[in-house]
């Protein structure tokens, strides 16, 4: 999702960079296993369901209180589609994604790029919340990343808070978009547990410009470096991981389908997965 991303080249550590490399060589050819219990908002969005599967798109008056789905549906461009609510229709809290290859321009305003997923709060901060539903018990790996889209980021004002069972996990008192925010936790869940994206229009006041690409994605019950699916990260994973991260871009042609190196799931394979991969890498055994 490139534009909540730093430059590619700001992403790199040449000592991480040097100490793969050395690895690439008998790295060539190794096969990356993908998780199959990887839950991402913007790949599974829905233009025709609300809810769909374990995703809900909806808003709240405030934080934690009173989620209401959104059940009217806008389209732009063709492709980009968005769910409002049907008493007050084409005025947000609005969520949606462009699902075409291509930008994509809302009302005049925002311009959505290929593929990428947006919130914007309401005039009053009636917050946009994307609610994660888990399906079973056990332990879920949380990724958030949030920026971009508006169409002047030196006045935006949102704020963001992430929500498990409508208690607060973090949040940003404000938040420009200009910038980048990015949360990562792991929590234990129940069948039913509910984990919220919220946004509201932060401290100016405004829902003006406040338009947010988002990147949320949960795992569920998954060992988040074991690339090779044997149970543990171990020196075939480092193996499995070095020519992933030669590549960094999940979109390059080359990179395994469905990008399973990318860690922390922002679009690219670099420093920040590394940081996952090292911990992993020294625990060994994956969790149970």
């Known amino acids: 999702m490139r534009d909540v991303a730093v430059p590619a080249q700001q992403r790199r550590s040449s000592t991480v960079r040097k100490l793969l490399t050395c690895c690439l060589a008998a790295s060539v050819g190794f096969g990356l296993a993908a998780n199959a219990t990887v839950f991402d908002a913007t790949a599974q969005f829905s233009a025709a369901n609300n809810p769909a599967g374990a995703w809900s798109y909806g808003w709240q008056p405030s934080v934690g209180s009173g989620f209401t789905l959104l059940t009217h549906q806008l389209i732009f461009g063709g492709g980009a589609y968005f769910w409002d609510r049907a008493n007050t229709p084409g005025t947000p809290p609005i969520i949606g994604k462009n699902t075409t290859d291509h930008p994509i321009v809302i009302a005049d305003n925002p311009t959505v790029p290929a593929g990428v997923s947006m919130f914007h709060p309401g005039p009053n901060n009636e917050r946009a919340v994307v609610r994660w539903t888990s399906p079973a018990a056990g332990y879920a790996d949380i990724f958030v990343h949030v920026g971009g889209v508006a169409i002047d980021p030196d006045y935006v004002s949102t704020d963001i808070a992430i929500l498990k069972d409508s208690v607060q996990l973090a949040a940003t008192s404000s938040y420009n978009n200009a910038s980048r925010y990015s ?46 699916g044997d149970g543990t990260v171990d020196d075939s994973d480092f193996s499995a991981f070095a020519p992933a991260y030669n590549l960094l871009e999940c979109s390059a042609p080359a990179m395994p389908a469905g990008c399973p190196a990318d860690i922390n799931h922002d679009g690219f394979v670099d420093d920040a997965d590394f940081s996952f991969f090292v911990v992993a890498y020294n625990a060994l055994i994956c969790p149970e």
Do not use: K
């Open 183 to 228: 949360y990562y936790r792991r929590v234990d869940v129940s069948p039913g547990s509910a984990i919220d994206l919220s946004q509201g229009f932060g401290t100016n006041g405004s829902y003006f410009n406040d338009s947010t690409a988002f990147r949320f994605t949960v795992v569920v019950n998954e060992c988040i470096a074991d690339l090779t």
